[in-house]
């Protein structure tokens, strides 16, 4: 891992071209064993690009350099009350970097009422294989030969470039949150979940969890509601809790601190287990209570936000039961993605199926990175 300081990066990567050397581009370096392994070459890290460049809390947007920590930026937003509305990384609390988390592309329950970090984003700088520094957004449109930087950027785990800096819109934080976790049956949660989403108040995160998150030996939904109205939030769930009442299902209130300690066991806070495979899972929302039927998704914990049907699973599972689930995600029309597995598993599962634009992705890798340089091996929906 190599974490040149900001002056140093642009010529790093200029003699790395010339050599045509191969690298990895890096945020913070903490989930680096997610994904297929890169096959060659040094991890070129944005550690030091870890500063706020400008927040306009009025017109609720941050410029933000790419490697700085999510904690940290959440935590200079907050003094402002305002945040950003993504999902903080699987695995340990907020640890990771902004860059990363872009560069991942993955968002959870909090897509619900805020869509993806992919919506999110109005402005990026990027770093191409030749040193070139590229813009696009923002203030600045420079784009690359007519590609829309900030999409084809969001979800390409490095393979196409170094994300250096962001712009990002933020949200105000609202004074008021509380919510609800519903067991029981699912035909009976499927009910309730199409009420919730068609309710006055959009939830914040509306998500479906396995028996094994519930604690109750069966599966749930957890709903979260914010509001500037304590008294609007109180209403609707006191409505929904009598039709889930009327439909036989067991109903735990959840104030502020109780849904985020929910939150965290559902996104495996502090499981950065080599150990436990690491599934990311997505189905049509409608097809996500079928999902949770499977044998695997009753032993293993499992969220998936309801309303969109993306979601994680993980813990410890033969490779066969593995294999078995992602063609279960795929008869769904969904997919599988092999985020992390065991070291001691024999025969190692592809981490992503081949994408049906196969040729789309692979023309796009060779404009941005013609000697192929960048994370080879890794190039999302692409099967090495």
């Known amino acids: 891992m190599i974490s040149p300081e900001p002056s140093e990066l642009q010529e790093l990567v200029r003699d790395l071209h010339q050599q045509a050397s191969p690298w990895c581009p890096a945020g913070l370096g903490s989930r680096l064993h997610w994904g297929p392994p890169a096959q060659a070459g040094a991890y070129i890290s944005a550690a030091k690009l870890d500063r706020i460049v400008e927040h306009s809390a009025g017109d609720f947007t941050v410029t933000v350099e790419a490697g700085m920590p999510l904690a940290a930026l959440q935590a200079e937003l907050g003094a402002t009350n305002q945040w950003l509305a993504v999902d903080a990384p699987w695995g340990s609390g907020h640890a990771g970097s902004v860059g990363g988390l872009v560069a991942r592309g993955l968002a959870g329950g909090l897509r619900q009422r805020y869509l993806g970090i992919r919506d999110q984003l109005i402005g990026i700088e990027v770093l191409r294989s030749d040193g070139t520094t590229a813009q696009a957004g923002g203030s600045v449109v420079k784009n690359v030969a007519g590609y829309d930087l900030m999409r084809l950027f969001c979800g390409s785990w490095g393979s196409l470039g170094l994300i250096t800096k962001l712009t990002l819109r933020t949200f105000p934080k609202q004074a008021h949150r509380a919510g609800l976790l519903w067991t029981g049956e699912l035909t009976a949660l499927e009910r309730l979940r199409k009420e919730c989403l068609a309710a006055a108040l959009m939830p914040q995160r509306l998500d479906w969890l396995s028996s094994a998150l519930t604690g109750q030996g069966q599966p749930g939904l957890m709903l979260s509601l914010v509001s500037i109205s304590q008294t609007a939030i109180a209403e609707q769930l006191q409505e929904l809790e009598a039709q889930a009442s009327q439909i036989g299902l067991a109903t735990r209130s959840l104030d502020r601190d109780a849904l985020e300690a929910l939150e965290d066991s559902a ?99 060779r404009d941005f990175d013609p000697l192929q340089q960048l994370n080879r091996g890794r190039l999302p929906g692409i099967q090495a």
Do not use: F
């Open 267 to 365: 996104r495996g806070s502090g499981q950065l287990n080599e150990d436990l495979w690491l599934l990311h899972l997505g189905v049509p929302p409608a097809a996500a209570r079928s999902l949770l039927q499977e044998g695997l998704l009753q032993e293993l914990p499992c969220a998936i936000a309801a309303g969109v049907g993306q979601g994680w699973a993980w813990g410890q599972a033969p490779s066969y039961a593995i294999a078995a689930l992602r063609q279960r995600c795929e008869q769904l029309g969904g997919m599988l993605s092999v985020l992390q597995q065991p070291n001691q598993i024999a025969t190692r599962l592809p981490v992503w199926g081949d994408h049906t634009a196969r040729a789309v992705i692979e023309a796009i890798k």
